[in-house]
């Protein structure tokens, strides 16, 4: 059997061939000597959500977000954003503000959203808002169809 020590990436292909990318596979990412505390693994969800991310720009009043896709916000008044139903764990979202207009993102039943230490309120009462050029949110979807982490923002970003 293989050890980190004399693996190499022809051993980790010949024993393992696949050309598909599942989102429970791991990538290992660290430097010899293997197995130091600042080794790290990727999931393959990670890496399947970087690589297919969209980017669309939104001039309507009402979007339905979707996973993994992109947006950028270029209307002068309110643009509502309703979550997706259904998003994978992994699944994530950003969304930049380049107008004046602002946009607020409409949660469906049984969803919430953490923000830093607090939580939006779950359900369709609780939201996310920002009416300012220049606002950027990023969320990732860390319960299945439910819950959303907020892992970065710039600007100020209001909630209930």
Not at 62 to 74: E, H, M
Request: with cysteine; hydrophobic share 45%.
């Amino acid at each position: 059997m293989a050890t980190p020590e004399n693996l190499n990436v022809k051993q980790v292909y010949d024993n393992n061939p696949s050309d598909t990318l599942l989102d429970d596979d791991l990538f290992y990412l660290g430097r010899a000597p293997y197995g130091q505390a600042n080794d790290m693994a990727v999931r393959g969800a990670v890496l399947k959500n970087a690589i297919r991310a969209t980017w669309v720009t939104v001039t309507d009043a009402y979007v339905l977000l979707q996973p993994n896709v992109n947006y950028i916000i270029n209307r002068p008044s309110l643009v509502m954003l309703a979550m997706p139903a259904s998003a994978a764990v992994g699944a994530s979202i950003k969304i930049l503000n380049i107008n004046s207009g602002g946009w607020q993102i409409a949660q469906n039943t049984g969803q919430n959203i953490i923000f830093g230490d607090k939580n939006t309120t779950t359900g369709p009462v609780g939201y996310l808002a920002s009416a300012t050029k220049g606002d950027k949110i990023e969320l990732t979807c860390v319960i299945e169809n439910s819950m959303w982490f907020v892992e970065g923002v710039i600007g100020n970003i209001t909630f209930a």
